[in-house]
């Protein structure tokens, strides 16, 4: 099925993306000290934090006016999303290299200079994300993959010449994932060029509909940030450094099941926007009951990754990681609740309806924050992870919900939903267009 061919290469490039931290841990933990280690996820939660306001979800509108907008108005609406990003980039540097300057325990660890870079890396990851964003709409996943997998090994290449050839530890690591992210960006501009996919016409409605857009985002992209970086946020600041090198390790491990769920949704996304802009009925059946399917298969498939990480522990960590594995149960139950949730907001992505997904997830995300605060106070790192899968189960809950509730779909007919979705998923001679 064209379905699953579009998965399994969105999940291969999610893969080879996630190859560059998970097959470098190994290394790294064996490398870099826990306090050194530290310092690694103390930069990437900062490009984290940076990318909520950086570029201005350019990637995300762009994504969604490829099927609400003429095709020979989409150039222009591009070069005006590569200009936002880079200009919201720009003030964003600024503006977190001065607060690091001023309150430097902010960065747990990092400098006003590398908290620059950090933003930099961030917006430049949004660039690289409007050209395979825009792919992924156009259903060109293998263009999507090919420009994933590269940008995997440019960024393993430096990290090994920076922290081994060179011996920089810590700044090694981080100066590759900036590097490369800079040098990704001006690429992925580069193929839009090359394609004629940009236009330079500047237009005041054109910017409006984008930053209308992209700012109420930037609030579910700060509930974002919190739902999936809380835990660590808390570790850095209550426990050090040190104990954020140790549960990072066991965090990136557990990422495993967050980069699967994000394969599927590329994938789920443009077929689901797709059903929905038809009108049909059987196609909203048919939606309903891929959700539904969903939901129990990354329960399933996160009891089967974390058994495998489990037994390969003692080989993906080094010997003064070992203690990150007792966190892995709590980070594989967050992964599928994470999948959950991935399969309703695409809802509110096509509707528009981003700040109704905003306040959702921002809900979830203080309530979460909070009770990982608590947990972590009172069960050090194991609590924090506790805190994760319990942040994520929450986040599941309340958008379910308010889909629910929101959305008119016929989510109390189960059983002729799920047959809908059977009958397109494999009736013969046809499957679904993803």
Not at 94 to 107: E, H, N, R, T, Y
Not at 127 to 142: G, P, T
Not at 192 to 199: A, D, I
Request: hydrophobic share 55%; aromatic share 10%; net charge positive.
């Amino acid at each position: 099925m064209r379905f699953l061919r579009t998965g399994a290469i969105y999940a291969a490039a999610n893969i080879a993306s996630a190859a560059v931290p998970f097959l470098l841990l190994p290394l790294l933990t064996r490398v870099l000290s826990p306090l050194e280690y530290g310092l690694v996820v103390s930069f990437s939660l900062l490009v984290t934090l940076c990318m909520t306001v950086a570029g201005l979800n350019a990637h995300a509108a762009l994504g969604v006016l490829w099927f609400k907008q003429p095709a020979e108005q989409m150039p222009a609406f591009s070069a005006t999303a590569l200009a936002l990003a880079a200009a919201s980039t720009l003030l964003v540097a600024a503006l977190v290299g001065g607060v690091l300057a001023l309150f430097p325990a902010l960065g747990s660890g990092v400098s006003a200079g590398w908290g620059m870079a950090a933003a930099v890396t961030a917006g430049a990851g949004v660039l690289l994300q409007c050209r395979l964003v825009l792919w992924q709409s156009q259903h060109k996943a293998l263009h999507n993959a090919v420009l994933q997998v590269l940008a995997s090994l440019i960024n393993v290449t430096f990290s090994l010449v920076a922290v081994l050839l060179l011996g920089l530890g810590d700044n090694g690591r981080n100066g590759a994932i900036a590097l490369t992210a800079v040098l990704m960006a001006a690429l992925s501009v580069g193929l839009f060029l090359r394609s004629g996919e940009l236009r330079w016409a500047p237009d005041r409605a054109q910017l409006k509909t984008l930053v209308l857009f992209g700012l109420p985002l930037i609030l579910h992209s700060l509930a974002g940030v919190l739902l999936g970086t809380a835990d660590r946020w808390t570790v850095a600041l209550k426990l050090g450094p040190q104990a954020l090198g140790v549960y990072g390790a066991g965090a990136q491990l557990g990422m495993v099941m967050a980069i699967l769920a994000d394969a599927f949704v590329k994938a789920y996304g443009p077929w689901l926007y797709a059903k929905l802009a038809s009108g049909k009925a059987a196609d909203q059946h048919c939606a309903v009951g891929a959700i539904y399917t969903a939901m129990p298969a990354f329960v399933a498939i996160a009891a089967a990754v974390g058994l495998f990480l489990h037994l390969a522990s003692g080989t993906l960590l080094g010997p003064q990681y070992q203690a990150a594995t007792a966190v892995l149960p709590w980070f594989m139950l967050g992964g599928a609740f994470s999948g959950v949730y991935l399969c309703t907001s695409v809802l509110f992505f096509f509707s528009g309806r981003t700040g109704l997904l905003a306040a959702t997830t921002l809900s979830a995300a203080t309530c979460g924050a909070a009770s990982t605060w608590l947990l972590v106070t009172a069960l050090g790192s194991t609590g924090a992870a506790a805190g994760y899968a319990l942040t994520q189960g929450l986040l599941a809950l309340f958008t379910s919900a308010v889909a629910f509730r929101s959305f008119d779909l016929p989510w109390r007919e189960p059983g002729k939903a799920l047959s809908a979705w059977r009958r397109n998923a494999f009736a013969a001679g046809h499957s679904p267009s993803i």
